[in-house]
């Protein structure tokens, strides 16, 4: 009798989680960063949901704090799209993630920089050897200021890392505890407006860097008229964002809680445009992965041209 109690509460188990993970199929998880991109106006717009309804899907937005959380968790199966800047697929993909890149976003060089408080003796990233700079490890920032030191004559040993999430490294810029920041829009926007700081270099003059699109394997292969809704539509909200900056502005202060001045500044240095992964945009990918494996920043080397699925835009 014991025997059959646990054979069909196995049976149930069983049934249960092939239950679950049919549901799971109908549910995309979109990644996204508050405020941050064309994800976040999606999201406020609603669109998608209707697009996808066709296809029977329902969306799930969750959100991160950087991309690199964002692809940990597409890793873990609990998302299946995203955006990112340009090193944390990197890092994912030499951790072991079977992630592909699926579209891009054009550079913006202006939109992160390396900033110290205004009355810093600092004049110059030559002068941040020796120095405490904080960045999110993994991040857009890690490339800017990597890339930035090496056109300074310097490398990552020459500076003392900290590595800190947005929020965590801002308390740190306020109480004096680090030499300089390494942040992205709408942060850095946001600490402009705020507090006396001065840029030392942004990515002006450096490797350009795309922001990317990624998906997990899962939804690729099970879902690719899904995927091809998703990019499609995102490809309808960026031009919609270039033609309509101030109605754009205006959905993403609410969510932010930033002053209009911020979010004005935020948007005049960004730039909207999702294109596939062309071999061009590949190859420069190939370059910052080639850069953070040489400074043994990632443990072993990636091919990003193996990892890209070609979207054709419609």
């Known amino acids: 009798m014991k025997k059959l109690v646990k054979l069909s509460l196995f049976l149930y188990s069983l049934l249960l989680a092939v239950n679950t993970a049919v549901a799971d199929d109908k549910v995309i998880g979109i990644g996204f960063q508050k405020g941050s991109g064309l994800l976040s106006v999606l999201k406020a717009q609603g669109t998608l949901e209707k697009s996808l309804s066709a296809q029977q899907l329902k969306v799930k937005w969750i959100e991160f704090p950087a991309g690199p959380q964002l692809l940990e968790a597409l890793h873990a199966g609990n998302v299946d799209f995203g955006l990112t800047g340009a090193p944390p697929p990197i890092f994912a993909q030499a951790a072991g993630v079977d992630l592909l890149y699926v579209g891009a976003e054009p550079a913006s060089p202006s939109a992160e920089a390396i900033v110290v408080a205004k009355d810093s003796p600092l004049k110059t990233v030559a002068q941040l050897r020796g120095k405490k700079v904080a960045f ?179």
Request: net charge positive; hydrophobic share 50%; proline share 8%.
């Open 136 to 314: 999110q490890k993994g991040s857009s920032s890690n490339l800017l200021v990597l890339a930035a030191l090496r056109k300074a004559g310097l490398s990552m040993q020459d500076i003392q890392p900290v590595y800190l999430t947005p929020a965590d490294a801002r308390a740190a810029f306020v109480s004096g505890s680090i030499d300089a920041w390494v942040i992205w829009d709408p942060y850095l926007a946001a600490v402009q407006h705020s507090l006396p700081v001065r840029v030392l270099a942004d990515h002006q003059g450096l490797l350009p860097a795309n922001s990317f699109y990624e998906a997990s394997r899962h939804l690729v292969e099970k879902s690719p008229a899904a995927l091809n809704i998703i990019l499609n539509q995102l490809a309808q909200t960026g031009a919609w964002a270039r033609a309509n900056p101030q109605l754009l502005a205006g959905i993403i202060a609410p969510q932010l809680g930033l002053p209009p001045a911020v979010i004005e500044v935020w948007q005049a240095r960004s730039r909207y445009g999702v294109v596939p992964v062309s071999a061009d945009i590949a190859a420069r990918q190939q370059e910052i992965a080639d850069l953070f494996y040489q400074n043994k920043l990632i443990p072993k080397p990636v091919n990003i041209r193996q990892q890209v699925w070609l979207w054709n835009p419609k």
